[in-house]
């Protein structure tokens, strides 16, 4: 049983916590660290028997943690999970891992000396469907693959205080890339092998911040196919993915992570319609399975530190990811096609 503490307790903290509630026989949160204590938080902490702790330090300090779980802005990722590969834990980082090639790399070795599992939450890809998908290009199903495009909104950036780190540049750059559209990013790297370069435009509509909200995305693979990804902070939810191929289509669609929607909502509903269409026959449609895949994530993660099964996203391609995010946050400032290392 892997003991896991949350650090970083905001909405989506709440959300993984709240994923393991109902037992799991490999993972469990038994302690919480955020930087504010406020009565909601010793309320959370209470309902969910978990013992509060004053600082990241004393996280790291405690024996009875095996792992620590980092909800918290990407800019502090890299040294919380250098501290905790000095410490020997296991760390499972929210995304976005990090904006920078170099820190996914430091953070990534930090870890490998150690010894220690490296998770990260792209829960997306623990989906059925996404298997599905993956199983049907592998096999050829798709012929050759000429095209991937994914649209990811939400509205969770009207809701958003000023103070909130996703409403800081630094912290958000390039409107939805951090809250929506690494999931995206990762899936093409699933999907469809690694990145050579990309073309960014991202502006603001409606924000009167200092964050983007309509932002787009032009890749090409070094295998050869393009890629398309679309985010947009101010609208309605939704979420689509879809690969062309010489022999037809295949596309799934569901919702995002809408704040303020119930927490099985947000850990089970974010695949729906599912799509096939050969260049002979029939449309197939089907509705995709129930899954929490934010539990089925972190059950993988616990099953890897604990020596079993490595956990499917690789080192090397959580350093990918890292490295086509930095490329894109080039292209949106530089207006320019940037390469992608």
């Given at each position: 049983m892997i003991n896991a503490a949350i650090v970083g307790l905001g909405w989506w903290g709440k959300t993984l916590v709240e994923s393991l509630a109902e037992g799991s026989d490999v993972m469990r949160f038994v302690s919480l660290q955020t930087r504010t204590v406020s009565p909601d938080v010793e309320a959370f902490a209470k309902q969910y028997s978990l013992r509060l702790a004053d600082s990241y330090e004393a996280i790291l300090a405690d024996p009875k943690v095996n792992a620590v779980v980092l909800a918290t802005p990407p800019s502090g990722h890299m040294q919380q999970i250098v501290a905790a590969a000095a410490a020997g834990k296991h760390v499972f980082c929210e995304k976005p891992f990090t904006f920078s090639r170099l820190e996914a790399e430091t953070a990534v070795a930090a870890m490998r000396k150690a010894g220690r599992t490296i998770g990260v939450g792209y829960n997306r890809r623990f989906h059925p469907e996404m298997t599905k998908l993956r199983e049907r290009i592998k096999a050829g199903e798709l012929g050759v693959i000429q095209h991937v495009e994914c649209n990811m909104t939400f509205p969770n950036a009207l809701l958003l205080k000023p103070t909130a780190w996703r409403a800081i540049k630094t912290e958000a750059p390039v409107g939805g890339l951090a809250p929506?559209?690494?999931?995206?990013?990762?899936?093409?790297?699933?999907?469809?092998?690694?990145?050579?370069?990309?073309?960014?435009?991202?502006?603001?509509?409606?924000?009167?911040?200092?964050?983007?909200?309509?932002?787009?995305?032009?890749?090409?693979?070094?295998?050869?196919?393009?890629?398309?990804?679309?985010?947009?902070?101010?609208?309605?939810?939704?979420?689509?993915?879809?690969?062309?191929?010489?022999?037809?289509?295949?596309?799934?669609?569901?919702?995002?992570?809408?704040?303020?929607?119930?927490?099985?909502?947000?850990?089970?509903?974010?695949?729906?319609?599912?799509?096939?269409?050969?260049?002979?026959?029939?449309?197939?449609?089907?509705?995709?399975e129930k899954l929490d895949i934010i539990r089925t994530c972190f059950e993988s993660f616990a099953r890897a530190a604990e020596g079993g099964a490595t956990f499917p996203i690789t080192p090397e391609q959580i350093v990918h990811g890292a490295s086509a995010s930095e490329a894109i946050i080039r292209s949106a400032r530089s207006g320019q096609v940037e390469k992608i290392s």
């Open positions: 929506l559209g690494v999931h995206a990013v990762d899936a093409m790297i699933d999907l469809c092998g690694e990145f050579d370069q990309v073309y960014c435009q991202s502006f603001a509509r409606v924000l009167q911040g200092e964050t983007d909200d309509t932002s787009s995305m032009l890749f090409r693979m070094k295998v050869g196919m393009s890629g398309y990804l679309g985010t947009v902070t101010t609208t309605g939810p939704g979420f689509s993915i879809q690969v062309f191929g010489s022999k037809g289509w295949h596309r799934l669609e569901g919702v995002t992570h809408v704040a303020g929607a119930s927490s099985e909502e947000r850990r089970t509903r974010l695949f729906g319609a599912c799509k096939f269409q050969p260049i002979k026959g029939p449309l197939e449609v089907w509705e995709a």
